[in-house]
């Protein structure tokens, strides 16, 4: 893999993952209500912690009134959070039940003259993280244009073979099956197979 081929499979996954604007609006009632019941709070103890009267809090629960600014302000310091947060849904607050199965060997692949790389849940847009098996043909450092570099983190594990992990700021690091690494993948870093048949790996690249 030459320094520009490991980039283009991450770009390719991130052009297809960028995140659309939710359409739907958050409920600030709905919103408050679920904050208080993930604490096991009632309206008297959120009030209380809020130093909002029951009644009010029960009518912005319940989407009979508009809270003030200050109101706003006195149920983010009650609920230990940023008034910004109240009209930011929670990333868990939609489960999509999304699942991607590939079987071994079925992945897409994208070989070059250092690695054979397999996509895995390629089925799968707008993923968090890249995930891929790479069979390690590179013996030597020398064969690589360079050091390979991008954005976000990356995990590393030895499913075969023994390979050699090459970083900017850190001496070499020999793996065996079983071995992981996680490192900031804006480091510099190429990986070598140091064992007599090529080494297997399985790669993990985030993607935001």
Do not use: C
């Not at 709070?41 to 009644?55: D, F, H, K, N, Y």
């Not at 009518?59 to 959070?81: D, F, R, W």
């Amino acid at each position: 893999m030459t320094k520009a081929d490991q980039p283009s499979l991450i770009q390719l996954a991130r052009e297809t993952g960028e995140d659309l604007p939710d359409p739907n609006p958050l409920n600030l009632g709905e919103r408050v209500r679920e904050l208080r019941k993930s604490r096991g709070w009632t309206l008297e103890q959120a009030a209380g912690q809020a130093g909002l009267a029951r009644s009010t809090l029960s009518k912005i629960e319940n989407g009979q009134m508009s809270p003030t600014y200050e109101a706003l302000k006195k149920l983010a310091v009650g609920l230990e959070i940023s008034v910004p947060q109240l009209f930011t849904a929670p990333k868990s607050a939609q489960v999509s039940g999304r699942m991607a199965v590939t079987k071994s060997g079925e992945g897409a692949s994208h070989p070059t003259t250092t690695y054979e790389h397999e996509m895995l849940a390629g089925a799968l847009t707008k993923k968090s993280m890249l995930p891929y098996r790479a069979r390690v043909r590179a013996r030597s450092f020398d064969e690589f244009d360079g050091w390979v570099r991008h954005d976000g983190e990356e995990f590393l594990y030895v499913l075969t073979g023994a390979v050699r992990l090459i970083t900017e700021f850190y001496e070499p690091v020999e793996m065996r099956r079983g071995d992981s690494a996680y490192y900031d993948a804006s480091m510099g870093h190429n990986v070598i197979s140091v064992s007599e048949e090529d080494a297997l790996i399985l790669w993990v690249t985030s993607l935001t």
